[in-house]
């Protein structure tokens, strides 16, 4: 079992920027896949973006191309975002796949982090 931790959310107006972090509990994430993903109220969740296990690959929603970058180093997963939209405003999570892809399917999930973005 796998706990992943999310950080960094908060109120950001339109056209700010916030950084998002997702970590793993008492391990490390250097094998693993991870993908952001958000749920909007009374919307279903979506997948954001992903990053492979060598952060070779990566794969972005329509939504958030040119706006979003993700990226990792050996502790963690971050989620860069731009530009942002009160389109965007949504709980985030990350998950993590332990075969090392960057599409999923994702095994461990993370709780969420809110992001509100303000117009």
């Known amino acids: 079992q796998v706990e992943l931790v999310e950080s960094g959310g908060g109120l950001v107006q339109a056209g700010g920027s916030l950084r998002l972090s997702c970590a793993p509990s008492g391990r490390t994430f250097s094998r693993y896949g991870v993908g952001w993903f958000r749920q909007a109220p009374g919307k279903e969740r979506e997948f954001v973006t992903g990053?492979?296990?060598?952060?070779?690959s990566t794969y972005y929603a329509d939504s958030v191309k040119g706006r979003f970058t993700v990226s990792r180093d050996n502790a963690k997963v971050y989620l860069q975002m731009g530009s942002l939209k009160p389109e965007d405003t949504a709980v985030y999570y990350c998950?993590?796949?332990?075969?090392?892809?960057?599409?999923?399917?994702?095994?461990?999930w993370g709780q969420g982090t809110q992001v509100v973005v303000s117009s």
């Open positions: 998950a993590a796949d332990p075969r090392g892809r960057g599409k999923g399917p994702y095994d461990y």
């Open positions: 990053i492979n296990w060598s952060g070779g």
